[in-house]
């Protein structure tokens, strides 16, 4: 059984940074990708980011691309979302993921492990 726990959340002015971190249980971490996900009030999942088992690719949606970084380090068990000039549409529950396959995918549907999501609220 794998268990992930996110941690990191909270509330930031618009224009601001957050840091999210997972960590996950088990001995397999190293073997699988990870992804970031997020729920925004009345909306959908959303992809955010993922990143292969190895971190030497990673994946990022439209909304985050080019301000959202995404990085594991595997010897700790954990995968990190560095959010960066973070807008009021980047409010969402944020959830970490483990992907059923070595590369990064943006599928959720390949992912079959979830955290219980950590709040992110910008204010404008």
């Known amino acids: 059984q794998v268990q992930l726990v996110e941690s990191g959340g909270g509330l930031v002015q618009a224009g601001g940074s957050l840091r999210l971190s997972c960590a996950a249980s088990g001995r397999t971490f190293r073997s699988y990708a990870m992804g970031w996900f997020r729920q925004a009030p009345g909306k959908e999942r959303e992809f955010a980011a993922a990143?292969?088992?190895?971190?030497?690719?990673?994946l990022y949606g439209d909304s985050v691309k080019g301000r959202f970084t995404i990085s594991r380090d595997n010897a700790k068990n954990t995968v990190d979302l560095q959010m960066n000039s973070l807008k009021p549409e980047d409010t969402a529950v944020y959830y970490c993921?483990?992907?059923?396959?070595?590369?990064?995918?943006?599928?959720?549907?390949?992912?079959?492990?979830w955290g219980q999501g950590t709040q992110v609220t910008v204010s404008s």
């Open positions: 990143i292969s088992r190895s971190g030497g690719n990673t």
């Open positions: 993921a483990r992907s059923t396959e070595a590369i990064a995918t943006m599928t959720e549907l390949a992912y079959d492990y």
